[in-house]
């Protein structure tokens, strides 16, 4: 169906948006985040760091108490809102990057509904994909295909396509990961951003991209928690789902390719390790590499 392409830093470079002098903090693009709960506080703080480290104008979070309070600990810029607020009336947001440690909180899981029939652009990661795809196979899409990015892991990916009814072992989806990530962008018609070593975006009837090889050293806890608010900032500033995607996934490797110290043309795990927030805090040197195109 679509066609191929691989990602290089002459793409990303001439797709990120930089800001202007007549920009102010609304104009670079707001991101709210729904993400964190009482199990995974910690998501909070990667995601929103994610968002904010990677250029938004201003990130809004939602989310239960304590995890406001740990945002606010690491990202005091951060504007924090409690679910109840943010049900009876919604937060102004560019974007949302939802879902990233989400778990049973039925007031997230309310806003999360609520940004959804808003029809705003939206990451939607972990704890809020299988009910994103169920509603999408349903019909049920207020926000267009090319403003929807779906971001799995290979876990993730199987459990959103078993939620509309496809059967998927992971050795099936190992033997053909950009057919299922299709199978689910098509199906639910959204963008889908599948993680692994080597990255794949899908745009439903579209292009699929290919990211270069990434550093083993991101294979660790809360790294897909800093993608998520860094492809959050991204659609917020304009870009559509596709190409938000490719952009994040391109920067959150070189990030932690720089953080590790490994190769970041050929990357061996010969540099050291790194820790989610250390991938967060290398962005603005990755996006820095991008004006070298
Ligand atoms: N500090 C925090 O707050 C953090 C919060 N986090 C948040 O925690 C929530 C749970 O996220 P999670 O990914 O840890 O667990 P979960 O979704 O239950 O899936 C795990 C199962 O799926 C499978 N599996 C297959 N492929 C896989 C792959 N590539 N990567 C991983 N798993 C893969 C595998 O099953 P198996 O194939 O072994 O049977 C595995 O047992 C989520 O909301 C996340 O945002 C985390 O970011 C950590 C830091
Ligand atoms: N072997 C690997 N090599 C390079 N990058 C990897 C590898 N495995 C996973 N990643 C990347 O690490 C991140 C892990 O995200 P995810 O699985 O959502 O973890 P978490 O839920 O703990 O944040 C993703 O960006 C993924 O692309």
């Given at each position: ?35 964190g709960s009482d199990a995974y506080p910690g998501a909070a ?18 989310g239960p108490r304590r995890a406001?309070?740990l ?30 440690g989400v778990a049973d909180q039925?007031g997230q ?185």
């Amino acid at each position: 169906m679509g066609t191929e392409r691989n990602v290089d830093l002459a793409m990303v470079a001439s797709l990120w948006r930089r800001p202007v002098p007549d920009d102010d903090k609304y104009s670079r693009g707001v991101v709210g985040v729904v993400a964190g709960s009482d199990a995974y506080p910690g998501a909070a703080v990667l995601c929103v760091s994610g968002a904010a480290r990677a250029g938004a104008g201003m990130v809004r979070y939602v989310g239960p108490r304590r995890a406001q309070d740990l945002v606010l600990a690491a990202r005091p810029e951060t504007v924090v809102h409690a679910d109840s607020d943010a049900i009876d009336r919604l937060p102004r947001a560019s974007a949302w990057t939802m879902g990233s440690g989400v778990a049973d909180q039925p007031g997230q899981d309310a806003v999360i509904g609520a940004v959804l029939d808003s029809g705003a652009p939206c990451v939607v990661d972990a704890g809020a994909l299988q009910d994103l795809a169920r509603a999408r196979q349903a019909g049920y899409r207020a926000t267009p295909p090319d403003r929807v990015l779906m971001t799995p892991h290979e876990g993730e990916l199987i459990r959103a396509l078993a939620a509309i009814g496809h059967d998927v072992t992971r050795a099936d989806l190992q033997a053909d990961r950009e057919g299922h990530a299709r199978l689910l962008a098509e199906t639910t018609r959204a963008t889908v951003l599948l993680k692994g070593s080597q990255t794949v975006v899908v745009a439903p009837g579209g292009q699929t991209r290919t990211l270069p090889m990434a550093t083993p050293w991101l294979a660790t806890a809360g790294s897909g928690d800093v993608l998520a608010g860094i492809a959050g900032a991204l659609l917020a500033s304009g870009l559509d789902a596709a190409d938000a995607g490719v952009c994040a996934a391109w920067v959150h490797a070189r990030a932690a390719a720089l953080a590790s110290g490994d190769d970041p043309e050929r990357p061996d795990g010969s540099g050291g390790p790194v820790t989610a927030l250390d991938v967060a805090v290398a962005i603005p040197r990755a996006v820095r590499l991008l004006k070298s195109a």
